[in-house]
C-alpha cells in the first residue's frame, strides 16, 4: 500500500468523521427543539398533554434507537414516503434526542425552587413570562452540564446511521475495510477519532458542573 | 403611634370574613375576620403553625380558601375567577427567604415586572430602580447580583422590588425571621420607613418590639384564629391566657 493510496483511505475516514459531527449536531439542534417542546408539555397544566409526552418518553426511551431508524428507514416507504439515509438518521437520532433531553430538561425546570415561580406570580407576570423570563434562564444553567454531556451519546449513537448505508465515520470504515482487510487497523483508529470528539466534551461537562456547583445560588 | 389613617371609618382596604382553610385534615384557619384600613400597619403575632401565614397568602391568592370571603383592594379574592393580575398589581408580598431572581442583578430585579407587565420603556425602568434603591439604601449594589450581597441587604431589595410596582397593599411574611439578628434592623427601619409614608402593611412578624412601635393593629392569633386584637396596648395587658403565654416565651 503506497502512501497516497493511504492518504485517499486517511480523508475518506475523515469525511466520514465530518459527516458523524454533522449527524450530531442536526440531531441536537432538531432533537433540541423537540426537547423544549416535550420538556414545557411534561409540566402543562394540562393533564392530558403531560400523559401523552410522558407515554411519547416511555415508547421512545423503551425501544432501541436502531428499531426507530428502522422503522423510519423501511417502515415509512412502505407505507409510500421515500426516506434518505440522511434523513432517516437524522429524524430518529432526532426522535432519541427529544425523549432524553426532553426528560433531562423537565428535571432541570423543576428544580428551579417553586418560590421564584411564586415571586414572579406575585409580581404580576404572566405565566409565559415567569417561564420565559425568571424560570428558564436558571433552568438553563442547571441543565447545561449533563446536556454538554448527553452530546456524548449523540455522537456515539450516530453510527446507527451506517446500517442504513449512511456514510459516516463507522460505515466509511466499513467501505475501506472491504478493499483492504484491515479491520484492527481501521477499527481502532475509527474508535481514536470517537475518542477524540467524545473526549473533549466529557471534560467540558465536568468542568461546567464543578463552576456550576462552585456558584451554587444560596 | 397616632393613627395615620386617612379616613378611619371609609371602606376597608383588606376585608377577611370567617375564612377557613384546611390543608387535608389540617384546619389551619377556623374563622379568620379582619378589617385593615387604608394606611393602617396591622401586626400578626403568634406562635408559628397557628396559621398568620396561611392567612396572609390567602389574601394575594397563594392559597385558596374553602369558606369565607376575602376582599383586598376591591377584588373578591375568594372568587375563581378573581382577575389574578389586577390583584397583584394592587398587592406587594415580600417572602421570609427574599426570593430575588439569581440570574438577574440588582436593578434587574426590580425592573423587571415594571418592563414586562406595565411595558415600561427601559430607561425610565431603570430611572425607576434607582429611585427605589435609593429609598432602601442599596444605590450603590445596583449593578450586583443577588449572591454578592448580604441577607438584608437583598431583603431591602426585594422589597424595593415590589414596591416599584406601586403597590396599594404590602404584604410581609415574616421578612426578617432568615437574618442574622445584627441585619434584621436596617430591614426594620426600611419598613418603619413606610409606614411613616403612609403605606397600607399587613406583616406576620416574631419581632415584638417592632410590632409594638409600628403596628396601629395587633393581631394575636392562635389555632387558627384570632384570638386578641387592638393596638400595642394588648401586648401589656393580655386578657387571654395565650397570648400571656407566647409574650412570656417571646422574651
Redesign the interface.
Known sequence: MNASFAMGYLTFLLQGALWTVGLSVIALLWGGASALVVALCRISPLRSLRVATALYIQLVQGTPVLVIIFLIYFGLPSLGWSVSPLLAASLSLSIYVSAYLGESWRASIQSV?R??W?????????RL?RMS??IL??AV?IATPPTVGFMVQIIKNTSLASIVGFIELVRAGQIINNTIFQPFLIYLLIAILYFGMCYPLSILSRRLEIRGSD?A?? | MPDVRANPDAEPIVSLKEVHKRFGDNHVLRGVSLDVGRGEVVAIIGKSGSGKSTALRCMDYLETIDSGAITVCGHRVDQHDVDLKALRLDIGIVFQSYNLFPHLTVEENIMLAPRSVKKMPKSEARQLAHRMLGQVGLLEKASQYPEQLSGGQQQRAAIARSLAMEPKVMLFDEVTSALDPQLTGEVLRVIEDLAAKGMTMIMVTHEMNFARRVASTIVFMNDGKIWEQGDASILNNPQTEALQDFLRNEL
Not at chain 1, 411564586?118 to 404572566?126: G, H, P, R, V
Open positions: 425552587p418560590a421564584q411564586e415571586t414572579a406570580e406575585c409580581l404580576a407576570l404572566s413570562q423570563k425568571v434562564p436558571q444553567r456558584k445560588y444560596a
